[in-house]
């Protein structure tokens, strides 16, 4: 055989090989397509159960049950710890907000604290502590209603453009994709000469705000004390503050990390800081007591606490069409995982609380309300929007739960033992601004088959 033939002959095998693969990409691609996705139709994976499944799980874990008895716990720890006491310090009910992090969600954190103000019940916090748009929410929660008027228009009147700019070719070398500079000077501009000395000033009155960042090469979470910071009154002080804040909201990769320099036993060091949410979604820190009216058990002061958590956006993300394509995957998954991260937390200081007799109070954007998909979402309308929706639930007295994430309607997880599933709605309707109409169910005969009975023991 000449080479001219052996080329030819290996050109037509090429061929029909890129033949064979190109029609079973079709085949799998039709395969894939043959189903819509539960999306796609206006269900939610959260209603296709397996009842038989999901009952048996149910029957053997009940969670309200266990937020039950947790209240029983929690109430025993705050009846044990009351008798523990400093008895010569008299029982004053302190007051914890804890911020979330969120980007533009953090719209729904201010209109939850002026709806609070409204509504005319909303206490004075002994402490305050933020992360990420939470650190830009606190300074203004931490001085009271006063600063209402500021918070607003923070939150309801700043586009994107008024925040970063994108610089996408440069930002590939180097430490961020968005320059920050426009939202660098409205801090600086918030945190006026002013502003700097009332925080200095509720510090010396015992009370405290708290801002927590990430240090990015220990991945280490920081917790910045502002109010000392604020005490001290220089001038590198006050930039320090202004610092925090930008690094707590540094979005890694999108916004620069801030250089803080510090003294390690006289040497020099210089720390980057990024979003405090890398680490944590919320936090929580005591309040102040001191020296001489501290009970032998610490733990005993925090009894009675009112802790209220405030989350810049929802528990749970809302279900949505995802393309099939790997980067739109891994970022929707990421997204996921800090959703998870926050229901961590929380439950996390659940368990705290009923363990120290502390008065536990959550909130978060509702399910069913449209948020946007996306917390780099700063439009006006969106924005404006959130803020109302945290401002009507706040006023109307219907933002806080006093379980945490798992027990409320649909929020159990979704327990099969095959692929033979109905529909049944669980929970609240959830969907985006632009979600397809709501599943109505036809009433088709399935097989339950539930999972198998455990065999006997021989």
């Known amino acids: 055989m000449s080479l001219f033939q052996q080329r030819v002959g290996s050109v037509i095998f090429l061929a029909t090989l890129l033949g064979v693969v190109a029609t079973g990409c079709k085949s799998a691609r039709q395969a894939r397509r043959e189903c819509p996705t539960p999306t796609t139709l206006g269900m939610h994976t959260r209603d296709t159960i397996d009842p038989v499944a999901q009952a ?54 201010a209109g939850v604290l002026c709806g609070w103000t409204a509504r005319g019940d909303r206490p004075e916090f002994d402490v305050v502590t933020g992360i990420s748009t939470g650190a830009l929410t606190a300074p203004f929660a931490f001085l009271g209603s006063a600063y209402d008027q500021q918070l607003k228009t923070f939150y309801t009147t700043l586009e994107a453009k008024d925040l970063y700019k994108m610089k996408p070719v440069r930002g590939l070398f180097r430490e961020s994709l968005a320059d920050n500079t426009p939202l660098a000077e409205k801090v600086a501009e918030v945190l006026s000469p002013q502003v700097i000395c009332e925080l200095a000033r509720e510090h010396q009155k015992g009370r405290r705000l708290y801002i927590g960042t990430t240090a990015a090469e220990s991945k280490q979470f920081v917790v910045w004390d502002i109010g000392a910071i604020a005490c001290r009154g220089r001038p590198q002080d006050v930039k320090l503050i202004q610092q925090i804040l930008l690094g707590s909201s540094a979005i890694p990769g999108a916004f620069p990390p801030q250089h803080i320099t510090v003294d390690v036993d006289g040497r020099c060091v210089t720390e980057r800081h990024i979003d405090g949410g890398v680490s944590k979604a919320l936090f929580v820190m005591p309040p102040y007591v001191p020296p001489e009216d501290r009970s032998k058990d610490p733990n005993a002061d925090l009894a009675g606490t009112n802790v209220y958590f405030v989350v810049a956006g929802k528990l749970y993300a809302d279900q949505e069409k995802i393309k ?59 924005l404006t929007g959130m803020f109302n929706e945290g401002y009507r639930i706040t006023c109307q007295g219907i933002a806080w739960r006093r379980t945490p994430p798992g027990v409320g309607p649909g929020e159990e997880d979704n327990v099969r033992a095959g692929t033979q599933l109905t529909y049944e709605i669980r929970g609240p309707i959830s969907r985006s601004e632009k979600g397809p109409t709501p599943f109505v169910p036809i009433p088709i005969p399935i097989s339950n088959e539930g999972i198998p009975p455990v065999p006997p023991v021989k």
């Open 56 to 109: 048996e799980f149910s029957a053997q874990a009940d969670f309200k049950q266990i937020a039950a008895r947790s209240e029983m716990v929690r109430k025993a720890a705050l009846e044990k710890a009351l008798k523990e006491r400093n008895p010569n310090t008299p029982f004053r009910e302190k007051n914890v907000l804890s911020l979330s992090g969120g980007g533009s969600f953090g719209a729904f954190s």
């Open 324 to 382: 099939p394509l790997a980067l739109t995957l891994a970022s929707k998954e990421i997204s996921a995982m800090i959703y998870a991260q926050t229901r961590g937390d929380l439950q996390r200081y659940f368990t705290t609380g009923m363990l120290t007799g502390m008065n536990y109070y959550l909130t978060a954007i509702p399910p069913e309300y449209p948020a946007p998909t996306s917390s780099m979402a700063f439009t006006i309308p969106q």
